[in-house]
């Protein structure tokens, strides 16, 4: 190697090595690496707080939001959004069933995966005005985060009063301006999407969206017989598009089940 071209290859390592490293993205003033989980406390809007005090409940000085991102994450660029809903039994919270159940394969398939609770202690009552104030509480955070994320396509995901809850609370959010492409329903007796369809009236476009029903053929909580129920309830109501898939066991999550509901909803 010649003087000139040594001289030349040592400014090029000189600028690469005084290169600043990226910035990781920041979430509500967190920072997010990707394939890890973060927490953040996150404001709770006026409207907000008049959901969360439904029932009576005091209304808390912010929501807590979870927020995971997969490998590869740059919040430039468009990413699916699953919304996650949990029980109320055991003072279940939504942020718990993220981790549980749904976490681990919605990164590997490529979705942010975000919840939105309440600090602890639990509220007064869990009402679906809880769930649903500090729910777009954190899908506000999302958005203020990463510009441009308001246009993401968002799903929704439940199992068992998740999954109610889901099913009234999803329609909520197409109103506040989300772009729900899906919502992934397991171990359900009672059709509350339905309800959540007439009380917020998102709209007759919103019947087009992409159901997956996963029904336990072993079910003793949410009997088979039951889900066939809510997915004729439905039906009456004008939904068009349900996928029904069944498997062995009993009240669970089927994890192939939600995998592919995610594959489904990317393609719609």
Known sequence: MNHRSLVRASLILILLCARPALAAPMFAGVPVAPGATVRANVPLSAL????????????????????AVPPGFDPNKSWPVLV???????????????VDYYR???????????AGDGPTPAPRRDTSGWR????????????RSFPGSNKWPIA???????????????????????????????????????????QF??????????????????????????QNDVKLSMQRTGFGRIRVERFRQGHAVKRAHFVEALRWFRQS
């Open 132 to 143: 649903a104030g500090t729910t777009l509480a954190a899908l506000d955070a999302l958005h």
């Open 201 to 226: 009236k998102p709209g007759s476009a919103f019947l087009s969206t992409p159901i997956f029903l996963s029904i336990g053929s072993a079910d003793q909580t949410a009997t088979p017989a039951q």
């Open 104 to 114: 681990a394969s919605a990164l590997a398939s490529g979705w942010v995966i975000i």
């Open 84 to 98: 996650v809903f949990s029980t109320s039994d055991m003072k279940t919270q939504n942020r718990q069933d993220l």
């Open 156 to 198: 929704s995901a439940g199992f068992s009063g998740g999954a109610k809850r889901a099913g009234l609370i999803t329609p909520l959010l197409a109103v506040a301006g989300c772009r729900v492409t899906g919502i992934f329903r397991t171990g359900i007796n009672v059709d509350q999407l339905s309800e959540g369809y007439r």
């Open 48 to 67: 907000q707080q008049s959901y969360v005090s439904e029932g009576g409940n005091a209304v808390p000085p912010h929501a807590v939001a979870v927020l």
